[in-house]
């Protein structure tokens, strides 16, 4: 049973970091692309990072690049999302998700498997 479990949100100030995390199970992340996607209130789903199988290539929304890193740690079946100078505009729910992916493009991929998402609220 393929399980994607979200944790590390919470309410911080502009400019501060938080980071993320995405633990798996039911399946190898060495055979997956893992991303990043948040909702922002009254916005639709925004994909903001991915990585790919290998964990050699990463793509990121021009949104968040230089100030999100999306990493992972096939030991721990898990996948983090660093997040820093964190702006109002970050406020959201975050999803991981996964597919299974032979290529190293993964921005554009249907994901097939989500989790439950965790909270950011970015306010002063």
């Known amino acids: 049973q393929v399980q994607l479990v979200e944790s590390g949100g919470g309410l911080v100030q502009p400019g501060e970091s938080l980071r993320l995390s995405c633990v798996t199970s039911?399946?190898?992340?060495?055979?997956?692309?893992i991303a990043w996607f948040r909702q922002a209130p009254g916005k639709e789903r925004e994909h903001i990072s991915c990585i790919s199988a290998s964990g050699r290539f990463i793509d990121t929304a021009n949104s968040v690049k230089g100030r999100f890193t999306i990493s992972k740690v096939d030991e721990e079946k898990a996948v983090y999302l660093q997040m820093t100078s964190l702006a109002p505009e970050d406020t959201g729910v975050y999803y991981c998700a996964a597919i299974r992916a032979n290529n190293n493009r993964c921005s554009t991929l249907p994901y097939t498997h989500w989790g439950q998402g965790t909270q950011v609220t970015v306010s002063a």
């Open positions: 039911g399946f190898s992340l060495n055979y997956y692309a």
